[in-house]
């Protein structure tokens, strides 16, 4: 069964200082996709940052970047240099035929 | 681009009425639009993949009478939950997607509705 785990229900960060938040998943498939996304206050998913599990390589949008390791099937999103913009809840999700989230970690950013 | 859209943003209802909510992409063709319900301070669970045309898949312990699903257009889902319940209650939220072939690369997500049922 596919299955997405997120393990840090909440974190605090500084801001300007680099967070990272975990997660583990688990899929039969051997094409699939992760990413992570940001869900503020407005509620409006939005698109954070996403790997495809052929490319080796991290993947990097600005400040956020993910450390992939797929024989481990862990998929951690590193926030540097925090904003007080970044403070929402994060999805970790993970999709082959469908798209299944993790519960999420609701990220504090302190001033 | 790549917008989705849903209607209407907030509703509110009285126990045992039935409730629409239209998902519409609106600068893409939408193969495939995803239906899920996000309880407070939960995460997001998916209820149902609907193609155009054909009828929707639903995910396991989701009530298919009970939350009908139509996508009749490339443009536009809906949702109608009948004979709703104050266990109703909740968040709901498409995504659209405008490829059929598997793995899709991404999916849009619309801005949510809020279903309160009295």
């Known amino acids: 069964a596919q299955t997405v785990t997120q393990s840090q229900p909440e974190m605090s960060v500084q801001e300007a200082e680099t967070v990272t938040l975990s997660c583990t998943y688990d899929?039969?498939?051997?094409?699939?996709?992760l990413f992570w996304y940001k869900q503020p206050p407005s509620r409006q998913m939005i698109l954070v940052i996403r790997?495809?599990?052929?490319?080796?390589q991290n993947a990097t949008e600005n400040r956020f970047s993910v450390n992939f390791q797929k024989a481990a099937k862990s998929f951690s999103l590193k926030i540097s240099d925090s904003q007080l913009g970044d403070a929402a809840m994060y999805f970790c999700?993970?999709?082959?035929?469908?798209?299944?989230f993790g519960k999420g970690t609701r990220l504090h950013i302190l001033p | 681009g790549a917008v989705v859209s849903q209607h209407p943003s907030w509703v509110i209802c009285k126990s045992g009425t039935s409730v629409k909510i239209e998902c519409r992409s609106l600068d893409f063709q939408a193969t495939t639009m995803f239906w899920y319900r996000q309880f407070p301070k939960q995460s997001l669970m998916l209820m149902a993949t609907?193609?155009?045309?054909?009828?929707?898949?639903?995910e396991q312990g989701v009530e298919k009478d009970k939350f009908l699903i139509n996508h009749a257009s490339l443009t536009l889902s809906t949702l109608t939950v009948t004979s709703a319940h104050p266990e109703d209650s909740s968040f709901y939220i498409c995504?659209?997607?405008?490829?059929?072939?598997?793995?899709?690369?991404?999916?849009?997500f619309g801005p949510g509705t809020r279903l309160t049922v009295l």
């Open positions: 790997q495809e599990a052929y490319k080796q």
């Open positions: 609907s193609n155009e045309g054909s009828k929707a898949t639903y």
């Open positions: 995504s659209a997607n405008w490829r059929e072939d598997r793995p899709y690369n991404e999916q849009f």
């Open positions: 899929t039969s498939e051997s094409d699939y996709y």
């Open positions: 999700a993970s999709l082959d035929d469908k798209i299944i």
